[in-house]
């Protein structure tokens, strides 16, 4: 016998050996399970090959993994099976968060089937291309590892095209049919215009590069909502009720609509698609508008927030739109026929109030979740029956809230998934020249601080106070698994440049858009982004 075969056959009998004692070490309960099987483990065969690569979310469906302008980001959760020629499974695994994965296929030679199953829901196959394969496909492992092995997918509700339009509300002075009615109040504005990017000043209704009118204040007057579903034609518009800026001829229950190929071929347009208060609670309410002439807009003050519209949103197929009737604090759920005609009715459905006290509930905002098919509704616990007059320090119940409403079955959530108190310490409402953050704020006139809701202005109570900001939950959209708010003040949608108190005097012109990002879940609320923004020019 050969040296190296008695080498070998040395290597085998002490292999046999060491496996032997161990199982019987394990029989006389000397060794843990555990332990044994680590003794016993083997190195991967020399031969073994890995096949490795990345699920992603297509945004634009495009069949490329793209960075910029858009970020096509991992999906995880998705399982990714390796299948052998007799179809058994040689290895499988499932995608990490970043959508990466990796498996080892123990046969060398194999030519596997590789398939991507179990996509989260919501998701579909993305387009194929040069770096986004099928959802099946079929990988040769005979030359070592492969790389490379990436899958597309996509929510159709989150697809986006290349350089796609925004549309920006924009709220004219007086009457729909007054001085500025051929103004826009929708603008179709292009995302590749640079940020930061200021209106040209020149004319009467400031432009940036490449923006289209929409429709006119003449056609939709004051709205605040804007929706447009995936595939769909129109651009959806909701009425509005913001002091010194009138409603529509539709009046503070209407959902207008744009053809917006019309509006992109140099024809603005506006048509009613729904009017909510044809409904019998009447839900959007009707307040006097222009009372003691638009520069006052007495009964205004008091109605903003408590008449009109909320945000609109629409479901994952674009079959119905939702909106919140700001008067009853009722969600409506408008149907958009798929033949292009209008609906005839709407259901509603009382949302609930978390508040300590329960007529405090103003909602306002609303988001669908494409992720799990459920609609997210949310408001402000206002405090408003504590009582006037301003200015009042707030307390704990002053709150922002979430429920979950479904709509297969007509039912919220018993419970909100968000309900948290708002941190009142905003810093200043002028900061000038000073980077954010600021200091804390030391002149109660430009304090930024959350307060209860009021019907009265401030001014006519305490000389000298001309701000007093109060929230309102105007949306909710999805980044991911973070649920996203925007708060809106009240304030400014009660005041205006050049703005008459309800006895007289003079408002500040400012309009404040404030961010607040949460995690799902019992999260807390951050730090958001806090931006001062002007008023449109028109309201004076």
């Not at 990017?197 to 605040?224: C, H, K, S, W, Y």
């Not at 009715?345 to 978390?354: F, K, L």
């Not at 409403?405 to 941190?423: E, I, K, R, Y």
């Not at 106070?465 to 649920?483: A, T």
């Amino acid at each position: 016998m050969r040296p190296s075969e008695r080498r070998m056959r040395a290597g085998h009998v002490r292999l046999r050996d060491s496996a032997a004692a161990l199982l019987g070490a394990r029989r006389r309960g000397l060794v843990p399970l555990v332990a044994a099987a680590a003794a016993l483990a083997l190195p991967a065969a020399a031969g073994a090959a890995t096949v490795s690569g990345t699920a992603f979310e297509d945004f634009n469906d495009n069949g490329v993994r793209n960075s910029t302008p858009q970020v096509d980001r991992g999906v995880g959760g998705i399982t990714v099976t390796a299948y052998g020629p007799g179809g058994a499974v040689l290895a499988s695994g499932t995608t990490a968060a970043d959508g990466s994965y990796s498996l080892t296929v123990p046969d060398p030679a194999a030519r596997v089937r590789l398939e991507f199953t179990d996509l989260p829901a919501g998701y579909q196959p993305a387009r194929h291309g040069t770096a986004s394969r099928t959802t099946v496909q079929f990988v040769d492992l005979s030359g070592g590892d492969v790389t490379g092995r990436d899958v597309g997918v996509l929510q159709p509700a989150n697809y986006c095209q290349d350089n796609p339009q925004l549309a920006i509300a924009c709220a004219q002075y007086g009457a729909f049919d007054g001085d500025w009615a051929d103004m826009a109040a929708i603008r179709l504005v292009p995302d590749s215009v640079p940020n930061g990017t200021l209106p040209d000043r020149r004319g009467p209704d400031g432009t940036v590069p490449g923006q289209i009118t929409g429709a006119t204040f003449e056609q939709i007057g004051t709205v605040f909502g804007v929706a447009r579903p995936n595939g769909s034609p129109y651009l959806y518009s909701s009425a509005y009720t913001k002091r010194h800026a009138g409603y529509g001829p539709a009046g503070a229950g209407a959902i207008y609509r744009t053809d917006v190929a019309q509006a992109n071929a140099g024809t603005p347009n506006g048509e009613l698609f729904f009017d909510v208060n044809s409904l019998p609670s009447r839900p959007a309410g009707n307040p006097t508008r222009g009372t003691d002439d638009w520069i006052r807009d007495r009964d205004a003050f008091t109605a903003v927030g408590r008449s009109g519209l909320g945000n609109l949103t629409y479901d994952a197929d674009g079959s119905t739109l939702f909106t919140v009737g700001m008067a009853t604090g009722e969600l409506i759920a408008v149907p958009v026929p798929a033949d292009g005609s209008r609906p005839t009715s709407a259901q509603t459905y009382t949302i609930p109030s978390p508040c300590a006290v329960p007529g405090d509930a103003r909602p306002m905002g609303t988001g669908f979740n494409v992720r799990n098919g459920l609609l997210y509704v949310g408001g402000i616990c206002s405090e408003e029956s504590r009582g006037s007059p301003p200015p009042r320090a707030s307390t704990a119940d002053l709150r922002v809230f979430v429920y979950t409403f479904d709509p297969a079955t007509g039912a919220f959530s018993s419970a909100p998934v968000l309900n948290q108190s708002l941190d009142p310490d905003r810093l200043c409402v002028y900061r000038g020249n000073v980077p954010f953050p600021a200091t804390p704020c030391t002149a109660n006139d430009y304090s930024a601080d959350w307060h209860p809701w009021t019907t009265q202005h401030p001014q006519d109570v305490v000389a000298g106070s001309s701000d007093y900001p109060q929230p309102l939950l105007s949306d909710v959209e999805f980044v991911g698994d973070d649920l996203v708010l925007g708060i809106r003040d009240r304030w400014s949608d009660q005041t205006t440049s050049g703005s008459e108190s309800l006895v007289g005097g003079q408002g500040r012109r400012r309009v404040r858009l404030h961010v607040a990002r949460v995690r799902r879940g019992p999260g807390q609320l951050r730090a958001g982004e806090r931006r001062q923004m002007r008023q449109p020019r028109q309201l004076r």
